[in-house]
């Protein structure tokens, strides 16, 4: 399970796959890095309702698991492919940068950790290590 804040780009229609399957794609620009990414997640099925209400240039906060598959082609050739199912979805709070409803109770980002610092003493030792 993984988090990711940034803001709605591309908002699509609800797509109906077959008659037991639909789903619908969103594109959410990620600007935490230092080159902007916009990242393409999918809702399937009853999921499909959560961007109702959801505009383009809303800063929102995506829940999401990471599925991944194989698939053979028709030529026998072996292919793979990844897909970003979100399941929840938290508009922000432009204010405070986070999620409208409030903290949510499941925080999936990791907290940074202190590492230990090498230091340097000066001796008068000749060692040369």
Known sequence: M????????????TVQVSEKFSKREFVVTDTSGM???DIL????????????GVNVNDSIEVSFNLR???WTNPQGEVKYFN???AWRIDKMNASQGMPAS?????NLNP???A????TVESSDDDLPF
């Open 115 to 118: 590492t230990p610092q090498m």
């Open 2 to 13: 993984y988090k990711l804040s940034g803001t709605v780009k591309v908002v699509n229609p």
């Open 68 to 70: 991944g598959r194989e």
């Open 102 to 106: 409030g903290p949510s109770a499941m």
């Open 111 to 113: 907290t940074p950790t």
């Open 83 to 85: 897909s970003l199912d």
């Open 41 to 52: 997640f999918q809702l399937t099925q009853d999921k499909c309702t959560l961007l109702d």
């Open 35 to 37: 080159y902007p990414q």
